[in-house]
Structures are given as C-alpha cells and as structure tokens.
Nanobody
C-alpha cells in the first residue's frame, strides 16, 4: 500500500522552529521528487519546497526562501522540512506529495503529483 505520512507539526511561537517529516511506504521514494505544500484556512494550496529524485536539487517558493530547508534521507525513505523563524502567516496544514516525473524548479508546484499525505497542522501563535 502506497502511503505518505507527515508528522512534526504543532503549536509554536513566532520565531520558533519545527522539523516536519514525510515518511514514504509502499514505494521507493528516492525515485520520486518530493514536494511540500501548505494550505491555510480560506486560502489556496501553496507549494513551498521540493527536492528532486536522483540529484537532490531543491527549490523553494520565494515566501519561504532562507527560512525553510528541505532534505531527504533515502535510507529512511523520509523527506524533511526544517522550518525556522516561523511567522503567524506560516500557519497552515502542510502536505507532502510525491511524483516520479516532476522536476524540482519553477513550475514544480503547478503539476499533478501521484501521491499525497494526509497533512500535519502547523500553528504559529503567541
């Protein structure tokens, strides 16, 4: 059974940090580009970061560049999203998605992905 499971979300104060995890099962995730998306209440889903299969090239949305870091541990079939200097506007449900054909870069957030996780809530509030 193919599955992506996110974890690591929670309630954090502005300026704090979180590390989100996306664990893949049922398929070999290092063959897939993995992306993180987020959706805030009342807003459209937004792509925030992605990492290529193979060469590990990363890409970030301008809104998170310099604060978010995506990485992958293929031995653990896991992709991480380190989020630093959290802001209230980062509050959202964060989803990971996987696809074997997406190329990390501009446009990576505008295409379909084969697999999606169920999401993990990140709330930034004092």
């Amino acid at each position: 059974q193919v599955q992506l499971v996110e974890s690591g979300g929670g309630l954090v104060q502005p300026g704090g940090s979180l590390r989100l995890s996306c664990v893949a099962s049922g398929f070999t995730s290092d063959w897939y580009t993995i992306a993180w998306f987020r959706q805030a209440p009342g807003k459209e889903r937004e792509g925030v970061s992605c990492i290529n299969n193979g060469d590990g090239i990363t890409y970030y949305a301008d809104s998170v560049k310099g604060r978010f870091t995506i990485s992958r541990d293929n031995a653990k079939n896991t992709v991480y999203l380190q989020i630093n200097s959290l802001k209230p506007e980062d509050t959202a449900v964060y989803y990971c998605a996987a696809d074997p054909l997406v190329v990390s870069g501009p446009g990576a957030f505008d295409v379909g992905y084969d697999y999606w996780g169920q999401g993990t809530q990140v709330t930034v509030s004092s």
